[in-house]
């Protein structure tokens, strides 16, 4: 399968791919993508609520008052669960762990699975490259303004949160740093894409696509 691939410069089309089918081409499977994203979303999930037990409440030693005599219920303690400022019971824990197990597989088909839905919706968008000279907001704005001039891709420079993720091959901090500024745009490593981003954002921008192909294919051989 072939697809065009467009000028960061212009927004023209600059050229032609051929994409494997085993990366861009698998059907739609909503079952393993929602496994995947719910147990990546779960690992990265951060134990912070917490509540004391009535072992863990401060104060409570002494019995409130007599047993019996007084006309009231009895209490044998203020760290009770049913007073106020007494332990919770049942109460979130910040030990509590959340991680799921994902193996490797599941992990890389759901992302070639959603990769290929993202293709077939005309949501990707393969660009010659991202090459910015300098750190300049203006510059990767300007990016953005030509490849929204490519037919179907006309609200990808929308101001809107989560808007567009752009890869590209490798580390570059001109281009992290110029897209860091535009709000709904978001710049990373092709090697860290996942099912979480690739959902996430309504657009994806694949720079130096053949490069990024390959890079692709090596999550099969792992």
Do not use: C
């Amino acid at each position: 399968m072939e697809t065009k691939i467009y000028s960061a410069t212009t927004g023209k089309e600059a050229g032609s791919i051929a994409l494997p089918e085993n990366i861009f081409g698998l059907p739609s499977n909503p079952d393993l993508v929602h496994q995947v994203v719910m147990a990546m979303q779960a690992n990265a999930r951060t134990s912070t609520a917490h509540t004391k037990t009535r072992s863990e409440v401060s104060g409570g030693g002494k019995k409130p008052w007599r047993q019996k005599g007084l006309g009231k219920a009895r209490a044998g303690s203020s760290r009770s669960p049913i007073w106020v400022k007494g332990g919770v019971t049942f109460g979130p824990r910040n030990e509590k762990d959340y991680t799921q197990k994902i193996n490797k597989k599941m992990r890389v088909k759901a992302l070639f699975t959603a990769l290929s839905e993202k293709l077939r919706n005309n949501q990707i968008l393969f660009v010659d490259g991202v090459n910015l000279s300098a750190i300049k907001t203006k510059d990767a704005q300007g990016i953005l303004n030509n490849l929204s001039k490519v037919e179907g891709f006309k609200t990808l420079n929308t101001k809107k949160r989560n808007n567009v993720y752009v890869t590209i091959p490798g580390n570059d901090a001109n281009a992290k740093k110029s897209f860091g500024n535009i709000y709904h745009a978001h710049v990373d490593e092709l090697r860290n894409i996942n099912p979480v981003d690739v959902l996430t954002y309504r657009y994806l921008v694949i720079s130096a696509p053949q490069e990024s192909v390959e890079l692709l294919a090596t999550k099969l051989s792992k």
